[in-house]
């Protein structure tokens, strides 16, 4: 079993920036694929980004703002969201997949944190 717990989230004006971790912890932490997804009010759970190996992979409407890494040696996935926007506003997630491929199914993801409210102003 591995827990998530997601920190680093809270209110920015548009144009600003937050750092996402996730910190892993339970049976090692060794799920190749893992993900940030977001889910607004009144929507659907949408993928954000995801890393496996040395691939990435963005939603187009996040691709030169938002940047997903790892650090296994502490056991954290990070997402750098720069330049955020008012439509960026939502819980975000972080998922983990025992998959080998980068995938956007959530149904793919075993694992998922409680979420971390991000609220960007106008």
């Known amino acids: 079993q591995v827990q998530l717990v997601e920190s680093g989230g809270g209110l920015v004006q548009a144009g600003g920036s937050l750092r996402l971790s996730c910190a892993a912890s339970?049976?090692?932490?060794?799920?190749?694929?893992m993900a940030w997804f977001r889910q607004a009010p009144g929507k659907e759970r949408e993928f954000v980004a995801s890393?496996?190996?040395?691939?990435?992979y963005y939603k187009d409407s996040v691709k030169g703002r938002f940047t997903i890494s790892r650090d296994n040696a502490k056991n954290t996935v990070y997402l750098q969201m720069n330049s955020l926007k008012p439509e960026d506003t939502a819980v975000y997630y972080c998922?983990?997949?025992?998959?080998?491929?980068?995938?956007?199914?959530?149904?793919?993801?075993?694992?998922w944190g409680q979420g971390t409210q991000v609220t960007v102003s106008s």
């Open positions: 339970g049976r090692t932490f060794s799920s190749p694929t």
């Open positions: 998922a983990a997949s025992d998959r080998t491929y980068i995938t956007t199914n959530t149904r793919e993801y075993h694992y």
């Open positions: 890393i496996s190996g040395s691939n990435t």
